[in-house]
């Protein structure tokens, strides 16, 4: 009989956060008391997270990570082109995240004022190397030459356009996602495939100064 695999100790204070959330009604300001909350160790849970901030991150940058396994485990999405991964990606995401819908209501409200989370995540979501982000043709070659590419920023702005659209939509069984989804993605790949692309293109700039070292759920 095989040994069972151990947690990750990262998903465990994750799974505090969201518990903490869920019972309190509100977000923690401070590790301690995230840590005094689901009973941890205050070094230990330093040693999984340098910050609160940190853990946030990571706590919303799982679900995307487990959108992307999906995607890359399915044998045929390889075939598609750019833009049908994309969208498949997308209803991918809102599907992990539709267990958590209460939870993430409640984060994302907090959130999405703080300019400091949101640089930071978009920050660390641009430099992971996501299948659903990938971006092909000659365009993206160039800028990946350099670092920069404002196209895998475009498609993560967008999933995150998505996923604040998504917790807002009170139509019956989700349609207005599924046309919002349809809608803007098949917007999002003619602007850019063509000109439009160097509107976005400091922003790209943006994310290649900043510093190398992000969290990755590797």
């Known amino acids: 009989m095989g040994k069972k695999k151990k947690t990750d100790p990262r998903i465990e204070l994750i799974d505090h956060y969201k518990k903490y959330v869920s019972s309190k009604g509100k977000l923690p300001k401070f590790i301690m008391e995230l840590a005094e909350y689901g009973q941890v160790d205050f070094i230990e849970f330093k040693k999984q997270f340098k910050s609160l901030e940190e853990l946030e991150v990571a706590l919303l940058l799982w679900y ?8 890359v485990k399915d044998k045929q999405a390889d075939e598609w082109d750019p833009k049908d991964r994309h969208i498949a990606f997308l209803y991918l995401l809102i599907e992990s995240m539709s267990k958590d819908e209460a939870f993430l209501h409640e984060f994302i409200d907090h959130k999405k004022s703080s300019s400091t989370f949101t640089t930071k995540f978009m920050y660390v979501l641009n430099k992971q190397d996501f299948e659903a982000i990938r971006t092909d043709g000659k365009m993206t070659e160039v800028f990946d030459k350099i670092s920069i590419n404002p196209k895998k920023a475009a498609l993560t702005n967008h ?60």
């Open 64 to 71: 995307f990570k487990n959108a992307n396994d999906l995607l």
């Open 159 to 218: 999933a995150l356009g998505v996923i604040i659209f998504y917790l807002r939509d009170k139509s019956e069984d989700k349609q207005d996602t599924d046309a919002f989804i349809e809608k803007t993605s098949d917007l999002l790949f003619r602007l850019t495939d063509t000109s439009t692309l160097q509107s976005i293109f400091d922003l790209g700039k943006f994310m290649a100064t900043r510093k190398n070292e992000v969290f990755t759920w590797d």
